[in-house]
């Protein structure tokens, strides 16, 4: 990682850590059932997780070609301080989190060379990303409805 973080101690004991992290979830987190929320009363319809695009994206507006992802920031490694790496088995978070924003990248790139929009809302900006990702529907709709 490139960002100077500061390490945190772990106050957990191992079996109550694999606990905790068995809870972690990857899809119906809280920050994507707020973006779902927002954007479903802002109009507009999706789907979920689709599994034939790369990367399975949290929501997908097919007529719009926009394809959008919540990031948790520990996970995709957002600069903010939400992203901090833990101070224990630092060599295997370190290489998991590159590997997840190297993955992150590849797909990102996988779905725009398909035609799709693509839309990142972090953790730590959920009203800033919602609004973003609902002027950038809103235009994809105003274009999408002109007549041809």
């Known amino acids: 990682m490139t960002r100077d973080t500061q390490p945190m101690a772990d106050t957990f004991d191992p079996a109550r850590r694999s606990a905790i992290m068995r809870r972690v979830r990857s899809k119906d987190t809280s920050p994507e059932m707020k973006v779902r929320q927002a ?6 319809r999706y789907r ?4 034939d ?14 394809v959008l992802f919540v990031h948790g920031c520990f996970w995709h490694w957002h600069d903010c301080k ?14 998991k989190i590159e590997r997840n924003v190297r993955r992150d990248h ?12 693509v839309c990142v809302i972090w953790e730590c900006r959920l009203r800033e990303g919602i609004a973003q990702a609902i002027i950038e529907l809103e235009q994809r709709r105003a274009t999408d409805d002109r007549p041809g």
């Open 106 to 117: 590849r797909i990102q790139d996988e779905l725009k060379a398909l035609g799709w929009l």
């Open 39 to 44: 954007i479903h009363a802002a109009g507009f």
């Open 53 to 66: 695009l790369p990367g399975n994206p949290d929501l997908v507006f097919p007529r719009h070609r926009c």
């Open 82 to 95: 939400r992203a901090r790496m833990p101070a224990t088995n630092r060599d295997y978070w370190t290489a």
């Open 48 to 51: 979920l997780h689709r599994k």
